[in-house]
Structure formats: structure tokens, C-alpha cells
């Protein structure tokens, strides 16, 4: 008991990192209900959640130095942007495909996540291709003796695409500050694990490119946050990269245009909702005694304040101009 009592301070956490970490997840989780309820009230076109996934995305970002290291997130990483700087505000007006989205100005899908301040990196639609950018970041970091990583997620579908290969491939031939991280969430659409990899785990083919591979419950933010720390760790002494993946499971459709019913039983979906980290990493906090019901009121009170002030802008805010169309495709 001492021991589980201690396991934020002996990752050298204080309380209140371990409570903004819960309270990024449960922003990411709060924003992401409200898009479903807009969505099907015909207000915003499409959803791709990050429900089930925010423990691993939170308990990593925060592994990570958020002032130099590179954040390549695919779309379903709420957590990671928000934790990376990016405002419930900024989330909405991409919902809204509103002019004022920082990610795209409207142009791109919820879910393209950019933000050139916060070094979150584009992303395009076919998934993988942010792999070797995240690859080619962190060699030009090392080429000019910079002090970064380069942290870059995908699914486990994605970890088949020639992309995660060739990126891993290079990367670790030349020892490069990587932080490969599979977000398993056993599905990819509709095809489930058993269908996508012959082999046991996604951390199986670290050993094929020549740096360490591991596995942990996505579920848990504090053993994603060992993990990640780590593998920033092993990158900045020029160790070279790793692959990290979190086991977890996704608790929504594959997007707002899915019917999971068709294949995926409830039961099952029943069962994963049970170890949402939304539910058990608040237990543990209130198991050491610095979170109660009362706090956590407080924080859910606080949040959808800032939910509701950032559907309310992002709502009203004005679309681009047509012309706007025509802009940064060439330089100017
Ligand atoms: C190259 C490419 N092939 C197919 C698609 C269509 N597609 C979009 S998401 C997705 C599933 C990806 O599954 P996974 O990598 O496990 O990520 P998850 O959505 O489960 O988080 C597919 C097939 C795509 N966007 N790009
Ligand atoms: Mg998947």
C-alpha cells in the first residue's frame, strides 16, 4: 500500500502535476462529449475521439520538455495538443471549421492537429506519413547539436504502413532522438487486433531496428509517463530512439460517421469502460487523499465553463473568406 501510495512522487511527480495531468485528461474527454452532442446536432461535420486514449497522451506529454521537444500527434490526440498548449478555444474553432482555427484556418478535418508555436507538426489524412517527418526532425535537431526529441504517435493499424517501418529503420540507424508511441486501441475502424499483427505486441518489431521496444497499460498515465521519460531520456544522451505502446482501448466508433454495433459487441465495450482511466486515475488520486468529490466538482465545474465559453465562440466566430482558398500554397 505504501508503495502504490508513493508511485507519482517516486517518478519524481508532485500532487500538483499528477492533478493537472487528470485535469488535461478530463478536458480532452469533457470537449471530446461535447463534439459528439454538436456533431449529432447537426452543428459540426465530424468527430474523431480520443476517448479511452487521453491516459496515454496526457501521462506522455507531460514526460516530455513542452517548451523544446516536437510533438507529431495523429488525430486522435486531444490530450497531447492540449497539454502541448493548444486551448479548448482553438479545438472548437477547428470543429467549427472556423477562419480563426490556428491548425488549418478551417481547410483541414478536425483531428489535423498544427500549431507552429506550440511544435505540434501537421499531419496528413494517409496515416503514418507524420512518422518520417518526426524522423527527419530530429535529425536535423541533431545535425545542429540541438538539445530536442521528437515524440510521434499512430495507431496500431498505422504501425503496418511502410512509413513506421522505413522511419523506424532510419532512426535507428542513426541513433536519432525518437519517441516512436503505438496507441493501441485494438481497433483500426473495424478490423480488430488479431487481424492486424502476427506478431504478439506492436513493441515486438522495436528488436527489427535496433532499439528497445516496451509495452504498458495505456490506462495508466503514470506508467506511459515512466515509459516516455525514459525513452526522452535514452534520446537526449544520443542513446538513440524507442518505441512505446499503450495499451488501451477505443470507447467510441472509429469517427461520428461509424456504427461500432456492426462489429464489436457491447459487452466487450462494456468491459473497457470499466477501466477508463477517466474513472480509475481519479480513484487513485482520491485513494492518496489529495482529490475528493467535492474537488473533483470543482474541477468538472471548471471545465465545462471553459467547454461551453469555447463552443459559444467557436459557434459564432466567421468562416474564412472564399479567397482565403487560394492562400499558403505558394509563398507569398
Ligand atoms: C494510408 C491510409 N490508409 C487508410 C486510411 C483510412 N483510415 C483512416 S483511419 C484508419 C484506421 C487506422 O487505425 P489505427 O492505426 O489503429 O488508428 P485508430 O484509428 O484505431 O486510432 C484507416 C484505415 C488512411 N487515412 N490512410
Ligand atoms: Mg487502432
Not at 486551448?87 to 483531428?111: H, I, V, Y
Not at 503505438?182 to 506492436?202: G, T
Request: net charge negative; hydrophobic share 35%.
Amino acid at each position: 500500500m505504501g508503495k502504490t501510495k508513493n508511485r507519482h512522487k517516486a517518478l519524481g511527480l508532485s500532487d500538483e502535476q499528477v492533478l493537472e495531468m487528470y485535469e488535461t485528461m478530463l478536458l480532452a474527454r469533457r470537449i471530446d462529449e461535447r463534439m459528439w452532442l454538436l456533431n449529432r446536432a447537426g452543428k459540426i461535420p465530424f468527430v474523431i475521439s480520443c476517448q479511452g486514449q487521453e491516459a496515454a497522451q496526457v501521462g506522455a506529454s507531460f514526460a516530455l520538455d513542452r517548451e523544446k521537444d516536437y510533438a507529431l500527434p495523429y488525430y486522435r490526440d486531444m490530450g497531447v495538443v492540449l497539454a502541448f498548449g493548444m486551448t479548448a478555444k482553438e479545438l472548437m474553432l477547428s470543429a467549427f471549421a472556423k477562419a480563426e482555427d490556428p491548425n488549418s484556418g478551417g481547410r483541414q478535418m478536425p483531428g489535423h492537429f498544427g500549431q507552429k508555436k506550440n511544435r505540434i507538426v501537421t499531419g496528413s489524412s494517409p496515416v503514418t506519413t507524420q512518422v518520417p517527418h518526426a524522423v527527419g526532425i530530429a535529425l536535423a535537431g541533431k545535425m545542429e547539436n540541438k538539445d530536442l526529441c521528437t515524440f510521434v504517435t499512430f495507431g496500431e493499424g498505422s504501425s503496418n504502413q511502410g512509413d513506421f517501418h522505413e522511419g523506424a529503420n532510419f532512426a535507428g540507424v542513426h541513433k536519432l532522438p525518437v519517441i516512436f508511441m503505438c496507441e493501441n486501441n485494438k481497433y483500426a475502424i473495424s478490423v480488430p487486433i488479431e487481424k492486424q499483427l502476427a506478431c504478439e505486441k506492436v513493441s515486438d518489431r522495436a528488436i527489427g531496428y535496433g532499439m528497445p521496444g516496451v509495452t504498458v497499460d495505456g490506462n495508466d498515465p503514470l506508467a506511459v509517463y515512466q515509459a516516455v521519460k525514459e525513452a526522452a531520456d535514452r534520446g537526449r544522451k544520443g542513446e538513440g530512439p524507442t518505441l512505446v505502446e499503450t495499451v488501451s482501448y477505443r470507447l467510441t466508433p472509429h469517427s461520428s460517421d461509424d456504427d461500432d454495433r456492426s462489429y464489436r459487441d457491447r459487452e466487450e465495450v462494456a468491459a473497457a469502460k470499466e477501466k477508463d482511466s477517466i474513472i480509475t486515475f481519479a480513484a487513485y488520486l482520491k485513494e492518496i487523499g489529495i482529490f475528493d468529490d467535492e474537488k473533483e466538482k470543482e474541477m468538472n465545474d471548471r471545465i465545462m465553463k471553459i467547454v461551453n465559453e469555447a463552443t459559444d465562440y467557436a459557434e459564432n466566430a466567421p468562416y474564412a473568406d472564399a479567397e482565403d482558398a487560394l492562400k499558403y500554397v505558394y509563398a507569398e
